[in-house]
């Protein structure tokens, strides 16, 4: 499984924990992260050789390279857009940096260390939730800011991946994998009233990698199919309603993957190799407008 191209759950998660033993494809544009303040998209591309961190603006100017550490394993915006928490995944621990990409040379600092993958900074910066096991048996693990104090908050009857904070800082949203298949589940902060939130069939998809829209009362996620193999298209649930759509509906065997909001909350930012590579792609939510923005030279 890796974030930057799903199987499972998604390809670059695997590569950066070390689970592909072959070549992993090169990725020109993977699993965007939209600032929450300005119209600049965080990827990950292993175009250098390995994953690294880049920007680019949504106009697909300005692209540049972030990080150069080895073993980067994907990053996470600051709720004011300065800056960016990162992740240097070692042996399944976690050193997490924050780095300030518009400082002049970029400039970065360690938080902290955290024995799990993925940790996530709650915006008020009081709380990190990491995944912690092996792949087929991981659970998620809340801490305070500094790593103190963690508690499992996921029932060992599933096996859960990457806890992702709601913008209000108030819920999280995971993708839990259970015999019967894969949902997006939904939490309180403290753990509490956990409960699934996408109840698609099996011929619509396997629904993983939760995306918070900026009103905190949607949630963006891919759907990997049964058939055919290799198609994956993104939803849109609404959690008052747990009504859920397609966004960019297709029958063709490519991956439209990992979603992230745009501030305004009417565009998506995702993950596509239907160009024949892995690239970012921008989508309005209605499904329009849909364009390559990574590789277009």
């Keep these: 499984?890796?974030?930057?191209?799903?199987?499972?759950?998604?390809?670059?998660?695997?590569?950066?924990?070390?689970?592909?033993?072959?070549a992993p494809p090169i990725v020109n544009g993977g699993f965007p992260l939209v600032s929450p303040s300005a119209s600049q998209i965080l990827f990950e591309s292993n175009r250098t050789g390995t994953t690294q961190l880049w920007i680019i603006s949504d106009d697909g100017t300005g692209e540049?390279?972030?990080?150069?550490?080895?073993?980067?394993?994907?990053?996470?915006?600051?709720?004011?857009?300065?800056s960016i928490f990162y992740t240097v995944l070692i042996r399944d621990t976690s050193q997490l940096y924050e780095l300030w990409p518009d400082?002049?040379?970029?400039?970065?600092?360690?938080?902290?260390?955290?024995?799990?993958?993925?940790?996530q900074v709650s915006p008020a910066r009081t709380r990190v939730v990491y995944d912690v096991g092996p792949w087929t048996a991981s659970h998620l693990v809340l801490t305070d800011g500094q790593g103190r104090s963690p508690?499992?908050?996921?029932?060992?009857?599933?096996?859960?991946?990457?806890?992702v904070w709601s913008p209000n800082g108030r819920r999280l949203a995971y993708t839990v994998s259970k015999k019967t298949g894969m949902s997006v589940w939904v939490m309180n902060e403290d753990g509490s009233n956990p409960h699934q939130v996408t109840h698609l069939t099996p011929e619509e998809g396997r629904a993983q990698m939760p995306a918070w829209h900026p009103d905190s009362h949607q949630l963006a996620f891919q759907a990997n199919a049964i058939s055919p193999k290799g198609k994956s298209t993104l939803w849109l649930v609404n959690l008052q309603t747990?009504?859920?759509?397609?966004?960019?509906?297709?029958?063709?065997?490519?991956l439209d993957e990992t979603p992230s909001w745009f501030s305004d909350g009417k565009r998506v930012a995702f993950q596509s190799n239907r160009s024949g590579r892995m690239e970012i792609?921008?989508?309005?939510?209605d499904g329009s407008q849909l364009r390559q923005l990574t590789g277009r030279r």
């Design 64 to 82: 540049r390279q972030l990080t150069t550490r080895d073993s980067v394993a994907g990053g996470q915006w600051a709720p004011d857009g300065k």
């Design 1 to 22: 499984m890796s974030r930057l191209l799903s199987a499972a759950l998604c390809s670059a998660l695997a590569l950066s924990a070390g689970a592909q033993t072959t």
């Design 103 to 119: 400082s002049s040379p970029s400039r970065d600092r360690m938080i902290g260390t955290f024995p799990g993958r993925g940790p």
């Design 242 to 254: 747990t009504g859920a759509r397609e966004i960019a509906p297709h029958t063709e065997a490519f």
């Design 151 to 163: 508690r499992q908050v996921t029932d060992d009857s599933l096996t859960v991946w990457r806890g």
């Design 281 to 285: 792609w921008i989508v309005n939510a």
